[in-house]
């Protein structure tokens, strides 16, 4: 009886070892699983963030130049009010674009410098 008891003993702790040795693996396993997704998930939010930063910056070009052709049609138009009549009476404006319109215009008109594409992040798929 005590050879089976001792028997019994060896093989149940033998099995909790190898339990608590899948545990470990599995655990050390799912952390490494949720470091790479995380990293995939960092990798494309900076690609992202990298297109909108780009974006905004000829935004912020075109911007300039629609402001310094504002200030330089403003140093222009000293004469004008800002009811678009002129000081002295009698004399209008004959219909043509201000030259703000047309600065406007201008600038509006010319096309953003595209970028080239960048390579996009591996989309995230299920491993079973």
Request: proline letters at 9%; glycine letters at 10%.
């Amino acid at each position: 009886m005590r050879g089976l008891l001792r028997i019994g003993a060896s093989a149940l702790g033998t099995f909790g070892a190898v339990v608590c040795a899948a545990a470990t693996g599995l655990g050390w396993w799912a952390a490494a699983r949720t470091a790479d997704r995380v990293t995939l998930v960092a990798a494309r939010l900076e690609h992202g963030l990298s297109e909108a930063d780009a974006r905004l910056e000829r935004v912020e070009e075109r911007l300039a130049a629609v402001r310094e052709a504002l200030d330089e049609t403003r140093g222009r138009s000293n004469g004008w009010r800002p009811g678009g009549c002129a000081i002295r009476p009698g004399v209008r404006p004959a219909g043509e674009p201000l030259p703000l319109q047309v600065a406007v215009r201008q600038a509006l008109a010319r096309p953003l410098p595209r970028t080239p594409p960048q390579p996009r992040a591996p989309a995230l798929r299920a491993r079973h």
